[in-house]
């Protein structure tokens, strides 16, 4: 009943998906952690009205679904004068998803850093820099790095809902396959699985350069 | 070309919105209801079914939604069984839920001393005594808050429902742009129903959050 060598014609339509998957999920990651970083500093030292901005993006972003925020990008952008290429418009909803859920994760990092920390810091004669980026950040994220390494995931598996905008994603091909073929159930069986791979490695990446970011100190260890 | 109001279009999308309702309740409740028989099946101690729930846990945290969507509903199909979009879903959402309700419960069940296991088993109690009486009322209590800030996601997650076909909020929300023409009104009126749907859950787990961390 199943028959997998239909497929085998498509592994170039496939590896192409799966690189595009790739570079998405990769440009996004850098990005949305930027983004992230600079929100979550916004809202932990900014004024009530730049804490007030931030968190309203952060709770409309987090409380609407992603393939809506996709199609209010793609085809609502475009209604006002902002036209945007299904690839950038995907990449744009990715950004600005991981950038709202990171904001929230590194807020909880920034938070837990206490405030007698940067003080002493202060005396004993570091710069701002070194403070922001040796007492501050660096051990904020060595805290929240795993469950920022679980949204960057997730983000990575729900950037399949792009492939509804043609950006010709991973899951863009599986539909492209099942649609000339008609081997749905093994396109999809095959492209979840390549997904699973590519989220289990993304882990192990993860936490491979944590492990090296993060070998100097060992809080509470 | 149809003309429709505004108040047109919020009553039908509206409307497409109970169905969101509909469906986020079916797979919350059956994703609760088989989440618990996998926690179970983790506590038992057997480590084929701990190795089972650890297996179906990573495949549907560690797959996208959509393709789980698809897989029931061409899989199903394939077997012969004609499958509504609305069935497809609902077993899809169900087993999405199930496997991340699982997991936060296991961290929520690990908070729990070891001591505890040990100390009713000398007291003698069966299995399901000590799951029942002694785990689970304090689990619960840790459970609340990530469990409801997870139904976010669940009516979130319903949205995907539209990609196969179902006629919920996000499908409405297409559908009634192909008639006028206007994405970005509907799209921030569907974006907006969504967030009053999601909005008090994640007041509520972020209240009830605070409230257990004051308790501690």
């Not at chain 1, 998906?17 to 996004?28: F, H």
């Not at chain 2, 983790?42 to 990573?58: C, K, P, T």
Request: glycine share 8%; with cysteine.
């Amino acid at each position: 009943m199943l028959n997998f060598s239909d497929l085998l014609p498509y592994t170039d339509l496939l590896l192409q998906g799966l690189g595009v998957t790739v570079l998405l999920t990769l440009y996004s990651t850098l990005g949305g952690v930027a983004i992230g970083t600079a929100c979550a500093a916004g809202r932990h030292y900014g004024g009530p009205k730049m804490r007030w901005l931030i968190g309203s993006y952060v709770e409309l972003i987090r409380n609407t679904p992603f393939i809506v925020q996709l199609f209010f990008i793609f085809f609502g952008l475009p209604a006002i004068g902002l036209k945007l290429t299904a690839w950038e418009a995907g990449l744009l909803a990715m950004l600005i998803n991981l950038g709202a859920y990171s904001t929230e994760i590194i807020r909880a990092g920034l938070a837990a850093t206490p405030k007698g920390q940067i003080e002493a810091a202060r005396v004993l004669g570091l710069s701002s820099k070194q403070i922001l980026f040796r007492v501050v950040l660096n051990p904020a994220f060595e805290k929240i790095y795993p469950a920022l390494t679980s949204q960057c995931i997730i983000v990575m598996l729900g950037s399949a809902v792009v492939s509804q905008i043609s950006v010709m994603d991973l899951t863009y091909a599986a539909n492209l396959i099942q649609s000339r073929n008609f081997r749905s159930f093994e396109a999809y069986l095959v492209v979840a699985g390549m997904y699973l791979l590519f989220a289990i490695l993304m882990r192990q990446l993860f936490e491979w350069t944590g492990r090296r970011l993060f070998r100097h100190r060992r809080v509470g260890a | 070309m149809i003309d429709f109001s505004n108040w047109d279009l919020l009553r039908n999308l509206l409307l497409a919105t109970r169905w969101t309702i509909a469906l986020s309740l079916t797979a919350f409740v059956g994703g609760a209801l088989v989440g618990l028989l996998l926690t179970a099946m983790r506590l038992s101690g057997r480590s084929i079914l701990r190795w089972l729930v650890r297996v179906y846990v990573e495949v549907f945290q560690g797959t996208p939604l959509l393709m789980q969507l698809f897989l029931v509903f061409f899989g199903l199909s394939m077997l012969g069984l004609d499958i509504s979009a609305w069935a497809a879903a609902a077993i899809a959402l169900t087993c999405f839920t199930s496997a991340f309700l699982t997991e936060i419960w296991r961290g929520c069940i690990d908070t729990l001393p070891k001591g505890q296991w040990e100390a009713s088993r000398c007291l003698g109690l069966s299995f399901s005594q000590i799951l029942t009486r002694i785990i689970l009322p304090q689990a619960v209590r840790v459970a609340l808050a990530p469990t409801i800030g997870f139904s976010v996601q669940v009516v979130k997650g319903t949205a995907l429902a539209s990609i196969i076909g179902f006629v919920e909020l996000t499908k409405a929300g297409t559908m009634l742009n192909n008639a006028t023409f206007e994405p970005f009104k509907i799209f921030a009126m569907v974006a907006l129903i969504y967030f009053a749907l999601c909005y008090p859950l994640s007041l509520a787990s972020q209240k009830m959050e605070k409230k257990f961390n004051g308790a501690r």
